[in-house]
């Protein structure tokens, strides 16, 4: 079946450092990849997404790289900032119409300055 | 972008009662929209696929006889946990989809305390 993975938090880094959250997927075919943001108090908000092999989705500053051969979309930062904090989701969706995302548990990510 | 907006976003309830959520995407309409749950530090689990006119689809485990699902116009959703006790106690958001593309989007989520 189809399943994300990724990696347990909590991450926890000091203002300007590099940042990078794994995550890797099962699939059958040939999923859409997504990351997702949840700041506290609010809803998910999508950040990135790739559809295909070797795509890189990015996002203020964000970005990943949909790697088949490793069957990874590991998201990664240069820079943190503070209001970075949050946590962080990746998911699948595989590539049919009219269906749902499935989700990994979510990376809590803190950022001290 | 498109807004999917849910309501309550937390509830209060004595075990027994039921509590209706609703979900509703404010400037598009969706055929489709997905009910998850979510458990502390835990992932967003899919309980099922409502689609407009037609009844839902559950997810294997999701009781469909206490998750009531109801997706009765092309923007409105609603979710009813009836006869809610403690573990039922979660937080329930919903997504729909943008027709024009297919893109998900969320609403804020539910936060349900059973008593």
């Known amino acids: 079946g189809n399943s994300v993975t990724q990696m347990e938090g909590p991450v926890t880094l000091s203002e300007e450092a590099f940042l990078t959250i794994n995550c890797t997927y099962t699939a059958t075919g040939y999923p859409s990849l997504f990351w997702y943001v949840q700041y506290p108090g609010e809803g998910l908000q999508l950040l990135l997404k790739?559809?295909?092999?070797?795509d890189k989705g990015s996002n203020k500053g964000f970005e990943a790289t949909y790697r088949k051969e490793t069957t990874s979309f590991h998201l990664e930062k240069g820079s943190v900032q503070v209001s970075d904090s949050a946590v962080y989701f990746c998911a699948l969706r595989p590539n049919q119409a009219g269906t749902a995302l499935i989700f990994g548990k979510g990376t809590t990510l803190s950022v001290s300055s | 972008g498109a807004v999917v907006s849910q309501h309550p976003s937390r509830v209060i309830c004595k075990s027994g009662t039921s509590v209706k959520i609703e979900c509703r995407s404010l400037d598009f309409q969706a055929t489709t929209m997905f009910w998850y749950r979510q458990f502390p530090k835990q992932s967003l689990m899919l309980m099922a696929t409502?689609?407009?006119?037609?009844?839902?689809?559950?997810e294997q485990g999701v009781e469909k006889d206490k998750f009531l699902i109801n997706h009765a116009s092309l923007t409105l959703s609603t979710l009813t946990v009836t006869s809610a006790h403690p573990e039922d106690s979660s937080f329930y958001i919903c997504?729909?989809?943008?027709?024009?593309?297919?893109?998900?989007?969320f609403g804020e989520g539910s936060r349900l305390t059973v008593l």
């Open positions: 997504s729909a989809s943008l027709p024009s593309s297919g893109e998900l989007f």
């Open positions: 790739a559809t295909k092999a070797d």
């Open positions: 409502s689609n407009e006119g037609s009844k839902a689809t559950y």
